[in-house]
């Protein structure tokens, strides 16, 4: 079955131009010209991945990142013709896994997708890791994380990881106490040989630690060695 691929894009010709070029990747594709009409279709049916537009009036693109991450992990890349630091990092701490700004080609569209898709579905080795491991013994609420079954949980609460989230911790966990820089995080999570902005990187440990840690403000799991990257430090 094609996966199902819905564009929120205002702009006629941009929005014609990667319905084209998606569907040419095998995607069935559904659009919408605005926020509203967007939150509606996911909540009425949720797609396997979401390419969207910020600037769509009433209902910016930042809203219905949101509205979306408050009951599903489907990936979602967001295009932009906003270059600054504050509208990329927004859009990433609003739930975002990746940001491209306009004007872009369409097959870097289409090459940030797949590795999407490649995240989301696993690779074949994940099948070698662990079924379980434990991340913080914590006595009452353990961080528990199980690589295969696609899931990491604090006690008896299962955590609402996105997927860009979820794989940098299975790729964190992959090496416990061992620094791994921002390069290397971009390579192994998002997988498309794309060495762009560290940001990315930045801002979705923010979200995960929001997530998994304790004290999000003082980490004790997922921890930044200044000047190197980051490291996980199993407890």
Do not use: N
Not at 5 to 26: C, H, K, N, Q, S
Not at 61 to 90: E, F, K, N
Not at 139 to 159: F, I, K, N, Q
């Amino acid at each position: 079955m094609s996966p199902r691929l819905l564009l929120v894009e205002d702009d006629d010709p941009i929005r014609t131009a990667l319905r084209w070029a998606l569907e040419d990747e095998g995607y069935t594709v559904d659009e919408a010209v605005d926020g509203d009409r967007a939150c509606a279709l996911v909540d009425r049916d949720p797609p396997d991945v979401m390419v969207l537009d910020l600037m769509l009036g009433r209902t910016d693109g930042y809203t219905v990142v949101r509205h979306v991450r408050r009951a599903h992990d489907l990936p979602i890349i967001v295009v932009s013709a906003r270059a600054d630091t504050h509208d990329i990092v927004a859009a990433l701490e609003a739930g975002a896994d990746d940001y491209v700004t306009k004007p872009f080609a369409v097959k870097e569209i289409t090459a940030r997708l797949r590795a999407l898709r490649r995240r989301a579905g696993g690779t074949p080795a994940d099948a070698a890791r662990p079924r379980e491991v434990v991340l913080d013994r914590h006595p009452d609420e353990p961080l528990v994380l199980r690589p295969a079954a696609g899931t990491v949980s604090r006690g008896e609460r299962p955590l609402p990881l996105t997927v860009t989230e979820f794989r940098l911790l299975c790729e964190l966990a992959s090496v416990p106490g061992r620094v791994l820089s921002r390069a290397e995080l971009l390579e192994r999570v998002w997988q498309h040989g794309f060495f762009g902005d560290e940001r990315l990187v930045d801002v979705h440990i923010r979200r995960l630690r929001t997530k998994v840690e304790l004290d999000p403000g003082a980490p004790r799991v997922v921890v930044t060695v200044r000047g190197l990257g980051y490291r996980l430090d199993p407890r």
